[in-house]
């Protein structure tokens, strides 16, 4: 099994509609990163947890951090349509290396 | 602050042609990182670099693509000879404590 799970792989949402999309790791974190990406292209970072309990939110994007349960999620509120894209997760392991998701496609329909 | 700059955007070859990619980190980050995205999938870690030091290349196909970070800034990706399986957006980033930095990636097409 991947050593970081994202769920779910895709997502359609009719605009204007809030959204979750979870990551689960199986080993410790040392720092979740949330970024975006366009198709085929650069990440766009997004937001850094590290603290169990931490949560962070720009503008309508909101990212928590459950370090028991080693699991964030990432919620949006209200979508437009300049949120699609892939949201991809990234767990910091203690040699600065990330390990990333498989990513998760989110549609917005008008 | 200057971004983590990559060339060429695009790039198309023939499978067994060769191809190379640039990266100029941020300045002041000792850590380099290249990346390999297959479409629909997360980054891979092809290669890491502290300074000029290779710190992990465990899945780097070594009989075929090879990296340097020469002086520990600017760094080269080469692929030679390219395989089919090899198109990818390949990605690099650069580090600095836990701050990572990406740039737009070299989407690579091998036909």
């Known amino acids: 099994s991947q050593e970081l799970e994202q769920s779910p792989q895709s997502l359609i949402v009719q605009e204007g509609k809030n959204l979750t999309i979870n990551c689960t790791s199986s080993k410790t974190l040392y720092g979740l990163y949330w970024y975006k990406q366009k198709y085929g292209e650069g990440l766009i970072f997004l937001m850094m947890?590290?603290?169990g309990g931490e949560e962070k939110s720009h503008e309508k994007i909101t990212a928590k951090l459950d370090e028991k349960k080693q699991q964030s999620s990432l919620h949006i509120t209200a979508s437009q349509p300049s949120h699609a894209g892939i949201y991809l997760c990234?767990?910091?392991?203690?040699?600065?290396?990330?390990?990333w998701g498989a990513g998760t496609k989110l549609i917005i329909k008008p | 602050e200057a971004g983590v700059a990559q060339s060429p955007r695009y790039k198309i070859i023939e499978k067994r042609q060769s191809v190379a990619f640039w990266c100029n980190p941020i300045s002041g980050h000792a850590t380099l990182y290249w990346y390999q995205q297959i479409l629909g999938q997360g980054p891979k870690l092809l290669i890491q670099?502290?300074?000029?030091?290779?710190?992990?290349d465990s899945q780097l196909p070594k009989d075929r693509f090879s990296a340097e970070r020469l002086k520990g800034v600017d760094s080269t990706l080469k692929i030679q000879p390219a395989k089919l399986e090899d198109s990818a957006v390949y990605l690099c980033?650069?580090?600095?404590?836990?701050?990572?930095?990406f740039g737009s990636g070299t989407r690579l097409t091998v036909v």
């Open positions: 990234g767990a910091a392991r203690l040699n600065y290396q990330l390990i």
């Open positions: 980033a650069s580090s600095w404590r836990r701050g990572y930095t």
């Open positions: 670099f502290q300074n000029n030091g290779v710190v992990d």
């Open positions: 947890l590290q603290k």
